[in-house]
């Protein structure tokens, strides 16, 4: 190829912020995804496709990081001069595709969606630019049973992958109740730069605590790295008011003492709130999605009432969700990991009416796949599962390899995994390479055995063990086991003795 | 939303040549994907994910659309300005892959991988710019031994979807025959410009024929729509050399009368070709290639040579094949449909080189997921899983929400598909939805229900059969079973009463 003789060897490298998936993970983010998938499937909700690339003012711009340039999202135009992007998210495509298809879909239309997103960020630790999400979302149904029912799903799902009672938490908040707080607070709903500002500071109450969410509503916030970002520019008083409200004690489950009820709650935030329309309606929603969750059987210890979620998406109309797992969770060097939420929704009843004019509510949870997995991994409550590696046919004599891919064949068509070995390299090397690929035993055909008629089985996993050298007799029979002559003809019959053997 | 209002509304549409997948497409793919991967997986292959996206210049440029601007591909700048790309195949990153972490892999290594790819072309009937991809690839196996296994593999995959023997074919061949042909022909292998222009001409016989292969290895063709192709500039005579090759009467399969046999065609192959070193080498691959799958049980029904198979991908280095369905297709109006190659490879050694220098012997194919379920389920061997809709419980009173939900809960406690109807619709309109939703049974309880303890159960497969009318004791059980009450402490014996009925 003398055009790339001529140009500079590239890099075999990824771009930042991305990564490749081996076959261990693989094999557990599919195991976690099928029975996310039944629960899902279980409330009644359909799968939808939509492609990767959407048109730019299709998606609209709802990611937090507006300041930083391509606003969060990779771009690129069409022949035509239009621009395209990679979704963000799996909801703005939704309403897009929901606009589009109105008239046919049954409504509500309850859809599931698995696939990567992509956001052109800063990356960091756990933090990628490609990452799945699986998303749930009714569209179409305005009444709060809706959000109750995703409240409850995001429950089911974690306690069908195996997270006890009490071990997560869905947290539920309502939009209009920081529309409320802010109206007391002096400041117009209407203002939807100050608003947005007010609420990515407070959704950051977890990674900045409070003197940081302080100095995100004031004048802004200095980080480690010495970077800048300007604050909301509220008064000192309306400060207060605001972070005395949402973190004060007592609207915290986990600075709780003794029962909690979310109706309790809701009685004491309604008393904070006040009376405006706006504050009416935040509680009214809040009550009768509590009250919904509470007589379907869900506790507060599952669902709960938690002032302090807002969410970070400009879309979100009504209730926002978001489920996280509350066991402190140790990492391999044990320090305590502060995972984030592994689930989280809300209501956005303008994203369909963006296109259509025509209001149309809607409401979705969506599950952050990979952040989900490592939980559950460091939780101990899900091992992937452990595949044995396939049978290796050793490759003897070169001149035999027809011969030795007949034998593969037959394994495989006894639905045995197998293969042949397919490099270059002498016996030792090829021994080590079953090793490496967890072979439950290899096949071995010299001269010798072919002569006989026969094939060599060596029981890898028993070769592995310790042998036993004390005792004659033990030792001959560990021995005997761990690799044994079989006539060809019952090849089949022999390497299924040895995979008994290993539970397969 | 301020801004939003001030901006024109964005029209609700997907950028051409894009997609949407609704459940039952959704559903059938993955059931195939499954089968697919049950066999990648017997023969040994492990799973990899990588990126959709990757440096531009680690991808290289190997499609066949040169001259189309983007080159096929759709790219973008990072901040750094450094160019990335969408992937267009799954070799490409395989060989990045490869190439990155080269120390820590196994040798030889197999992977599989599934996922879509993007490319950026004129679209048209069946042909998209985001599709799917299923391939499997080894790497580091110089010997045809592993070109043989893919073959196999390939026949084993469409036999094990449910194609018979005798509907399929995966059709070989090599570079090096085209090569050796190029020789004879007076051109030099080293005319890197002209060896592609000659070998896409010829990958486009399928769809334009003797006469259009022939223009386009010559001046050149104007197509229907009157666009102009640039040809490769042969004289007619090595034209007439080249075609009266490949497209000979004995060369290939659906022109052969008889008995076929691989080993003879081979041997019509090596005297036509002539004595040069490229040609004996094409020859000796060819036939170790079609000993080995020839002696683990392959007839030439299965796996045959084609002269005329040479892929238009320009990293192929040796073996090529392409597996078709041979059962003439016919679509819903009547109409024959030419489906081209369903999965299609070849060994490509040069691409791990790219990037370390070192050679790195690789071969795989790739299955063409959509075109493959398009081709089966035209052929009627594969239906997508049929599956019922849920059970909707009905909303005959709104105040009574809390009630109907913990209907819906009880069912889905007991592993039964149930929703509540969430639109603020009327009863007659709800029967509609659960109609729509293929619902095998509505549950209503309205007050005099509520008041004697009880549900009915309407069961929407028997109310849409015929109802007896001529026998009156016939038509009362007929409609006693179509419609029920049942204690609500039942209600989930009842349910699934109706859904036996129906086989689920």
């Given at each position: 190829m003398t055009k790339q003789d001529e140009s500079p060897r590239p890099e075999a490298r990824l771009p930042k912020g991305l990564q490749d998936t081996a076959a261990p993970e693989i094999r557990a983010t599919e195991s976690m995804l099928a029975t996310i998938k039944c629960v899902f499937e279980r409330y009644g909700f359909e799968p939808l496709d939509t492609p990767a690339i959407e048109y730019t003012d299709a998606l609209g711009k709802f990611l937090p990081?507006?300041?930083?340039p391509n606003e969060g999202v990779f771009s690129f135009q069409d022949e035509d001069e239009q621009w395209l992007s990679l979704r963000y998210d799996l909801t703005a495509p939704l309403a897009r595709y929901v606009a589009e298809n109105f008239q046919n879909l049954p409504k509500p239309f309850r859809r599931y969606q698995v696939g990567p997103v992509w956001r052109n960020e800063k990356p960091g630790p756990g933090r990628f630019r490609q990452f799945m999400q699986f998303d749930a979302d009714t569209v179409?149904?305005?009444?709060?049973a809706a959000d109750a029912e995703l409240c409850m799903l995001a429950a089911d799902t974690l306690e069908t992958l195996g997270?006890?009672?009490?071990d997560y938490v869905v947290k539920v908040n309502n939009r209009k109740v920081l529309d409320g707080l802010l109206e007391s607070a002096?400041?117009?709903?209407?203002?939807t730069h100050t608003r947005l500002a007010v609420l990515r500071s407070i959704d950051k109450y977890d990674r900045l605590g409070d003197e940081g969410v302080r100095a995100l509503l004031g004048k802004g916030r200095k980080d480690e790295s010495g970077d800048f970002t300007k604050g909301a520019g509220l008064q000192e008083k309306q400060i207060d008011l605001i972070c005395g409200f949402l973190?004060?004690?007592?609207?915290?489950r986990f600075e709780q003492e003794g029962a909690y009820s979310n109706i309790n709650t809701i009685v004491g935030l309604s008393a904070a709130l006040g009376s405006s329309s706006i504050a009416e309606e935040a509680i009214s929603e809040l009550e009768g999605l509590l009250n919904l969750v509470e007589s379907a059987g869900y506790g507060p210890e599952q669902i709960q009432f938690d002032a302090?979620?807002?969410?970070?998406?400009?879309?979100?109309t009504g209730p926002v969700f978001e489920a996280e797992l509350t066991p402190s969770i140790v990492d391999e060097r044990g320090q305590t990991i502060?995972?984030?939420?592994?689930v989280s929704g809300g209501r956005y009843d303008g994203l369909v009416e963006r296109f259509t004019g025509e209001k149309v509510p809607a409401t979705g949870i969506s599950v952050g796949v990979s952040r989900l997995l490592f939980g559950l991994q460091l939780l101990g409550k899900f091992k992937g599962d452990a595949v044995l590696g396939p049978v290796v046919v050793l490759v003897?004599?070169?001149?035999?390899m027809a011969d030795y891919q007949k034998m593969v064949q037959a394994l495989r068509n006894a639905n045995i995994r197998a293969e042949l070995?397919?490099?270059?390299?002498g016996m030792k090397a090829q021994m080590k390479y079953a090793d490496r690929r967890g072979s439950p035993c290899v096949v071995i055909q010299g001269g010798d055995e072919k002569e006989r008629g026969e094939v060599q089985i060596k029981d890898l996993v028993l070769g592995a063990g310790v042998t036993p050298v004390d005792d004659r007799e033990e030792y001959l029979k560990h021995q005997a086991e761990a690799q044994f002559p079989a006539p060809e003809a019952d090849l089949v019959a022999a390497v299924k003795k040895v995979l008994a053997r290993h539970g397969a």
């Open positions: 990081d507006q300041d930083r179409g149904a305005p009444s709060v997270i006890p009672r009490g002096g400041l117009s709903v209407g203002d973190f004060a004690k007592g609207l915290r302090s979620v807002v969410r970070g998406l400009e879309y979100y502060r995972l984030g939420s592994v003897f004599d070169k001149d035999r070995y397919l490099g270059s390299s």
